[in-house]
């Protein structure tokens, strides 16, 4: 007799989900809506679409509502290159001022003002991996976040990627390459080096070798006329407030985002750090393929060997744990994809040890846990919320594994 595979999952268990969710963010209109999706041993073991996608219209939250997903870009970006990576086409020793000059010399900034050449260069390696010395506006603390800014890095969307680059490649860097993790445009700086090495844009490379075979024909650096009405509202702080007080929680207020995150193809931008539009399904295929490098239909865009090799954690313990700003995330290292759990022991949330994935600034997650054959997607658009709703998610799914 055949066994019928389960999930192992406790479905009981699994309605925990939806009750945090409604008890602390939509009962007290910390978010309009929400979309969780669980899957475990070859099922999808759960999902709930609970609130409104845009509440003044009084829409709700379906299954194919459109999401700007911010930095689960990156991981998306970085699996491209491990692509590459397996073609030849790109080593992680590469300097990327072999494919960016501007990179050649770098500077470092220090707190006082004063700058001094780098003593290394900046390699893919140190883009994968946050450790460049590049950094973010909106990190405090960080002086070349303020020359980020004065350029208008972040929140001008009508600059090609190219010209993006271009300009930051001029400005100094924030430490010296390798010697810190640092959360920062470095994957920016990494699709750039994607276009140039395939002589290609950025969108038709991923279409080509991730979203056609993987089905995800929804994700895409721009959202078609007639899927506008599925785009999720933004929801949460402006950039201003976000940097004046990232604790803070106003009361919920639609944000216009389309001068630094365009929506139309008229408009569209490339990036490699954010800029991606997707689904909780299409997400969904990506995410597992990274358990093992294929489609659901078999076919392997990844070989099973590279993926290996990128989930390894690559930072010393020196460098361990990571931290975004102000917020650290206990018992997390970094592969060649995104965070990975190094240390449970020092976790703060249920999780197990090669545990990995990303998050994005409006509040999209994900998380895979390639030896329990489990992965979550948590989908919202919320930006600047600093709640634990991530954390306490993921662990209302792992206890509910059997």
């Known amino acids: 007799m055949t066994k019928i595979k389960t999930s192992g999952m406790s479905k009981q268990r699994l309605l925990r989900i939806d009750d945090h969710i409604n008890r602390n963010y939509l009962d007290t209109e910390k978010l309009t809506g929400a979309l969780t999706a669980i899957y475990r041993n070859g099922r999808l073991a759960h999902y709930s679409a609970l609130g409104l996608m845009d509440r003044e219209q009084n829409k709700p939250v379906l299954w194919d509502t459109i999401y700007r997903i911010y930095s689960m870009t990156k991981p998306i970006v970085s699996a491209m290159a491990l692509i590459l990576m397996e073609q030849g086409r790109l080593h992680l020793y590469d300097p990327i001022a072999k494919f960016i000059p501007g990179f050649k010399q770098t500077d470092i900034l220090d707190s006082n003002g ?17 450790r460049s010395g590049l950094s973010y506006g909106f990190l405090p603390g960080c002086p070349v976040g303020k020359l980020y800014q004065e350029h208008n890095l972040a929140e001008d969307g009508n600059r090609s990627l190219a010209e993006y680059i271009d300009i930051l490649s001029t400005l100094p860097i924030a430490f010296e390459p390798g010697s810190r993790w640092h959360y920062s445009c470095s994957t920016d700086v990494l699709a750039r080096i994607i276009e140039i090495a395939l002589d290609e844009s950025l969108d038709k490379i991923l279409q080509h070798y991730l979203f056609e075979p993987l089905g995800m024909h929804e994700t895409g650096f721009f959202v078609a006329d007639e899927n506008m009405s599925r785009l999720m509202p933004m929801y949460g702080k402006s950039l201003d407030q976000i940097l004046d007080d990232p604790f803070s929680t106003p009361p919920l207020k639609q944000r216009d985002c389309d001068s630094a995150y365009p929506a139309l193809k008229d408009a569209m931008t490339t990036r490699g750090g954010h800029g991606l539009f997707s689904t909780a399904k299409d997400y969904l295929e990506f995410a597992l393929m990274t358990r093992h490098g294929k489609t659901q239909s078999g076919r392997t865009l990844i070989s099973r060997k590279m993926l290996e090799f990128a989930w390894h954690n690559r930072l010393p313990t020196t460098l361990i744990p990571i931290a975004v700003g102000p917020l650290p995330s206990p018992g997390y290292g970094w592969n060649l994809l995104g ?28 998380w895979v846990d390639r030896t329990e054959d489990f992965v979550g997607i948590v989908m919202t658009q919320h930006l600047g919320n600093v709640s634990p709703m991530r954390n306490n998610i993921q662990s209302a799914a792992y206890q509910a594994i059997e």
């Open 114 to 130: 004063n700058q001094t050449p780098a003593n290394s260069s900046i390699t893919v390696d140190h883009l994968l991996t946050h």
């Open 339 to 366: 965070r990975v759990m190094v240390n449970p022991g020092d976790a703060i949330h249920l999780t197990g040890v090669g545990e990995g994935g990303w998050a994005g600034a409006a509040g999209t997650y994900y």
